[in-house]
């Protein structure tokens, strides 16, 4: 059975209620003919009613006979959480029929799905997607046009005054996009809403987000001049969206055994994000997993910071290709106590960045793996990351004490995320221990 921690679980909660009342079931009061085996993980809970609850250890899929909306379910957490904390009270044993039933669906499920998928393989009909192609394209254009004019008329009319505008200024120029089917532009747009007023910097830190911007339209009209993996680049940014059927075609399928090294979520839009950094330990790879749910739906795949899984990972076209979708994962998950694949210097990170910069210019996070640095806390100004050369980048806003803690003022393996001006630290490695710094959003 694979060990996690109680971290680990409770970042699989919807939401930190769910969390609090599986720490509450946590334990054996109330679990009975509970076991494992190498496939699975279960027992049955004494609540209002007997609730079987199940755990495929595959993929941490999960079922529970409770009717509970939010999922994971509190007996699934409190099984996980008992399991973390007291391994030893689950016995090898043979999976009892209502679990092997479950499993065997699970398995049916999966091969028909595959069947379905081979079914619906078919040629695509060129030519209609080419006048769907070209009818979107126009509508695009009109927006861009519209939006060139917006920005000029922005810039001119001089940047100190945005600090009072409105929301609704920069709303309503995002729906403008959203309606000529480019929402990849409308969220760059949202988000420049945010930065006015936040910080003394912020008018550079905006015109630098203009700059990108203008960039970007620039870009998407002269498509046809440039490579076409940056093409797929500039596409997606600007809002198309790549079918399942096409990243079947075209991504670029990767097999490895990927380490999970983070764990965020964020709100965007009312929906949930989830995001996973995964990294293969014989490629070297970066991939960027995102999942979205909308409430408290479940996300579609369990991954756990801090493990390592057997699988095979799909990249989006791209000139850097980042991110990425899980497409197999096999055998067990296990924990990590190695060093990852990352960078001995500040300075070597900072040339790899510039050099996927050069190959995409609008990449907005970088997966940063820092070998042997310290944390160096700083009164009113930001933390830095120093390494053995003494070159350091900052952290991001705020006192990072849990991760000075941790550390103990030795050298770590940092993990963050590096968005090109501050470092947001995910985990690190010491002692051969993963820690995870949790999912805060930004």
Same mark, same amino acid.
């Given at each position: ?65 409770? #009717?509970? &909306?939010? *999922?994971?379910?509190?007996?699934? $957490?409190? =099984? !996980?959480?008992? +399991? ?118 912020? #008018?550079? &830190?905006? *015109?630098?987000?203009?700059?990108? $911007?203008? =960039? !970007?339209?620039? +870009? ?130 900072? =040339? ?91």
């Amino acid at each position: 059975m694979i060990e996690l921690t109680t971290e680990q679980v409770a970042a699989l909660a919807p939401d930190e209620k769910a969390a609090v009342a599986g720490r509450k079931l946590g334990s054996g009061k109330t679990w009975r003919h509970q076991g494992t085996s190498d496939q699975a993980l279960w027992g049955e809970c004494q609540g209002s009613a007997v609730y079987q609850t199940k755990i495929d250890l595959s993929d941490l899929a999960y079922n529970c006979t409770c #009717p509970s &909306r939010k *999922l994971p379910c509190k007996h699934v $957490l409190g =099984l !996980l959480f008992w +399991a973390a904390t007291s391994p030893s009270d689950f016995p090898n044993a043979q999976p009892p029929d209502w679990v092997t039933t479950w499993l065997e669906k699970r398995e049916a499920t999966s091969k028909r799905r595959e069947e379905k998928k081979a079914a619906r393989d078919k040629p695509v009909d060129a030519e209609a997607q080419a006048k769907r192609f070209a009818k979107r394209h126009r509508a695009v254009l009109d927006g861009l046009e519209r939006l060139d004019l917006w920005l000029k008329d922005t810039v001119r009319g001089g940047i100190a005054g945005l600090e009072t505008k409105p929301p609704s200024y920069w709303e309503s120029q995002a729906k403008r996009l959203v309606d000529a089917q480019a929402k990849g532009l409308a969220g760059r747009v949202r988000r420049m809403g945010e930065i006015p007023g936040t910080g003394v910097d912020w #008018p550079q &830190r905006l *015109l630098a987000a203009m700059g990108r $911007l203008a =960039l !970007l339209t620039h +870009a998407y009209r002269r498509l046809d001049e440039l490579e076409e993996k940056l093409q797929a680049d500039i596409r997606q940014l600007v809002g198309w969206t790549v079918s399942q059927d096409e990243l079947d075609r075209v991504g670029e399928s990767i097999g490895d055994r990927w380490a999970v090294v983070s764990h965020t979520e964020e709100e965007e839009e009312r929906l949930r994000v989830r995001r996973n950094w995964l990294v293969g330990r014989s490629s070297g790879r970066h991939a960027l997993v995102i999942q979205f749910a909308v409430a408290s739906q479940p996300f579609g795949q369990a991954l756990l910071a801090g493990t390592w899984f057997d699988g095979v990972v799909v990249f989006y076209p791209g000139a850097e290709p980042q991110r990425a979708m899980l497409k197999e994962r096999r055998g067990e998950l296990s924990r990590f106590d190695s060093a990852l694949p990352g960078h001995a210097s500040v300075d070597g990170f900072l =040339l790899a960045v510039a050099e996927s910069l050069a190959r995409q210019p609008w990449l907005g996070r970088h997966l940063a793996i820092l070998r042997n640095v310290v944390i160096v806390p700083r009164d009113e100004e930001p933390w830095l990351v120093v390494d053995e050369c003494r070159s350091g980048l900052p952290l991001a806003r705020g006192e990072h004490w849990q991760l000075l803690a941790g550390s103990g003022g030795h050298p770590v393996e940092l993990i963050a995320e590096w968005d090109t001006a501050q470092l947001w630290p995910l985990g690190y490695m010491a002692d051969g221990t993963f820690r995870s710094l949790g999912t805060t959003q930004r």
